[in-house]
Nanobody
Framework: QVQLVESGGGVVQAGGSLRLSCAAS????????MGWFRQAPGKEREFVAH????????HYADSVKGRFTISRDNAKSTLYLQMNSLKPEDTAVYYC??????????????????WGPGTQVTVSS
């Protein structure tokens, strides 16, 4: 069993930056792909970014490409999401998720096996 816990959310002005972290316990992250998703009020959960087991391959949603960077430190069993040039439309609860398939990329939330409880990000205009 894997437990994931996000941190680093908060309130920031438009144009600002935040760095989210996702710490894993119960199992090391090094064998699995990881993803970030977000869900705004009244909207469905949407894909944000994905990283393969080694960190060598990443994928991003078009809406965050060039502004967000996903990375991982397998030695620390921690996943990161650096968010720059934040916009009000980035306001959402952000979730990290684990995919037991180390090399496979999916942007579908129902294909991920473990989830954290989420962290709120609010971007004010």
């Amino acid at each position: 069993q894997v437990q994931l816990v996000e941190s680093g959310g908060g309130v920031v002005q438009a144009g600002g930056s935040l760095r989210l972290s996702c710490a894993a316990s119960g199992r090391t992250l090094g064998s699995y792909a990881m993803g970030w998703f977000r869900q705004a009020p009244g909207k469905e959960r949407e894909f944000v970014a994905h990283i393969n087991w080694s960190g060598g391959t990443t994928h991003y949603a078009d809406s965050v490409k060039g502004r967000f960077t996903i990375s991982r430190d397998n030695a620390k069993s921690t996943l990161y999401l650096q968010m720059n040039s934040l916009k009000p439309e980035d306001t959402a609860v952000y979730y990290c998720a684990l995919d037991r398939r180390p090399k496979y990329f999916s942007g579908a939330s129902n294909e991920y096996d473990y989830w954290g409880p989420g962290t709120q990000v609010t971007v004010s205009s």
